[in-house]
T-cell receptor, first 115, second 113 residues
Framework: GAGVSQSPSNKVTEKGKDVELRCDPI?????LYWYRQSLGQGLEFLIY????????KSGLPSDRFSAERTGGSVSTLTIQRTQQEDSAVYLC?????????????FGNGTRLTVT | KNQVEQSPQSLIILEGKNCTLQ??????????LRWYKQDTGRGPVSLTI?????NTKSNGRYTATLDADTKQSSLHITASQLSDSASYIC????????????FGKGNQVVVIP
């Protein structure tokens, strides 16, 4: 496929469990972003990877959240000890370059429900 | 305070009619403004992107306008179709700030037959 792929599409987990969300960006895209979308809210920035540079983690809401990007391609967002307020849609996006002049392509997201 | 405000929050329109969605922003300086369409259960899909020096951009039945002086943008949908039912999100790129974006909460459009 040519688009950004995210898995799983849906995840239901019990409070306190850890979850891993995966993102496969478009091949060749150097920039990768994670956002969180809660009902009725705008997208909330979580973390940004650009090539081999240190990621911008300034949007991560707590130390329970972490993300990795291996080999400049696939990324995994990990949420430890999930809480009910973590329930949201987690969107991944990738871009071939700077957002000054490059498109941003989104995946279809992972809907996380913490019970 | 949200840096991108959209109105109306939601609207219902008859198939075939036109509608205009509004976006006001405070981000300054900014490098570009984007409109995205998000269908239920899907990720946002790009409709238009305008740099700060552009005034209008079209994509089929979608036409976006930008007034950088008043910090306002609009998205006009012509001859609406049932498939236009979606959330339309206005997104502003910060000129400074490491590729940071400011997102509106979206205009929820429902097209009825």
């Amino acid at each position: 496929g040519a688009g950004v792929s995210q898995s799983p599409s849906n995840k239901v987990t019990e409070k306190g469990k850890d979850v891993e969300l995966r993102c496969d960006p478009i091949s060749g895209h150097t920039a990768l972003y994670w956002y969180r979308q809660s009902l009725g809210q705008g997208l909330e920035f979580l973390i940004y990877f650009q090539g081999n540079s240190a990621p911008d983690k300034s949007g991560l809401p707590s130390d329970r959240f972490s993300a990795e990007r291996t080999g400049g391609s696939v990324s995994t967002l990990t949420i430890q000890r999930t809480q009910q307020e973590d329930s949201a849609v987690y969107l991944c996006a990738s871009s071939p370059g700077s957002l000054y002049n490059s498109p941003l392509h989104f995946g279809n997201g992972t809907r996380l429900t913490v019970t | 305070k949200n840096q991108v405000e959209q109105s109306p929050q939601s609207l219902i329109i008859l198939e075939g009619k036109n509608c205009t969605l509004q976006c006001n922003y405070t981000v300054s300086p900014f490098s570009n403004l984007r409109w995205y369409k998000q269908d239920t259960g899907r990720g946002p899909v790009s409709l238009t992107i305008m740099t700060f020096s552009e005034n209008t951009k079209s994509n089929g039945r979608y036409t976006a306008t930008l007034d950088a002086d008043t910090k306002q943008s609009s998205l006009h949908i012509t001859a609406s179709q049932l498939s236009d039912s979606a959330s339309y999100i206005c997104v502003v790129t910060f000129f400074y700030g490491n590729n940071r974006l400011a997102f509106g909460k979206g205009n929820q459009v429902v097209v009825i037959p």
